[in-house]
């Protein structure tokens, strides 16, 4: 928008036209709120806080009284950009969720893949909302098998809407089970089949103003998966990130860090144990919730990514499971008939047909040369 745009400009915000609407939005939030509230609120100093609504009382948005309040023409605006926000009650919104979500398939362990659960979705979907992160917001996601995009869409389905809503995923199960349900409920959700390993296509390069993220356990993963939302989004300061990732030791979370950075993004809050999953054994079934915006900082584009960003890539392994029916030793993993525990499963012990079994071992890629 154009007023915030010379806003910034007039007030030579660093922050630029997303600092000014961060500001705009939290005015609208409260009545009558005191500067220095207002600057606790959007973190900013005071006296860069004052500059802004100095400004904005100029063009007749801020009317100051007992605080900063919103004239008509500002609550006219704040409508305009969507930052005055009503969600509809999560209660139907969690229920619509945990239907679709009992359509999910089965995990593919390849991918890395640990189903969220429909609860984690909604509050992922709440906390974006209540850092003006949504609504009249282009949201793009980098992977969404637990189903966040359905969550946003079911959360402000009676009130402002994003602009676009976009999920990419590898996996066509997924996009099929999300664009079903995208019809079915009327949610406008876009998806695109997709290899992040390769460039997001051009049409969702640079256009959006927020991304969600849950990579693959690995740094790979989360290096690549990094590199195609910065791909997506748009040019500048305050364009926000929304990153799932699992708790790591001191000197993998440096890597993890360093890989942010790198992206020319940095963390504004990390919540540990925000995210519950079915499964995920591997990352003890919780990740942190690592909510990000974006700098100035250009950053080099990523081409075909060669690099492996799977953990069954990066720390081949294979398992022996016994059948707890008949006691046949059964191989899961690398070189083996059975890529995971979920396909032999699926099949049955081959002798007997049961389908329960006991870890007997786990053989890693430096064991099984030996």
Known sequence: MKLLDETAT???LREGAE???????????????????????VHMPLPVVSAVRRELEKRGVFARQKGVCLTEQGTAIAHELGVIVTETETNDALSTLQMISTEMPEVDVALDQAFALPETSLRRAIYANRHDALVGRNVIFIG???????AIALLLRAGQQTQRLVVVDIDQRIIELISTASERYGLNIECFLHDARDPLPTELQGDFHTFFTDPPYTLGGLELFLARAKEALQVGPGKQGFLSFGHKDPD??????????RFGLVPKEIIDDFNTYHGGAII???????RLTSTSLPTQSVPRYEKSIYTGDVNPSHRIYICRNCGERNGVGI??????????????????????FTLAKKISKEENSD
Do not use: W, Y
């Open 10 to 12: 007039a007030t030579s």
């Open 19 to 41: 600092g000014v609407r961060s500001i705009l939005a939290a005015a609208a939030r409260g009545r009558n709120t005191p500067l220095k509230e207002l600057a606790k609120q």
């Open 144 to 150: 969404d098998d637990d189903l966040t995009s359905i």
């Open 252 to 261: 993998t979370d440096l890597d993890v860090f360093q890989n942010i950075s």
């Open 284 to 290: 003890g079934n919780v990740s942190r919730m690592i």
């Open 335 to 356: 070189d083996c008939f059975h890529i995971n525990i979920e396909t032999l499963k699926a099949t049955g012990c081959p002798k007997c047909k049961q389908t329960k």
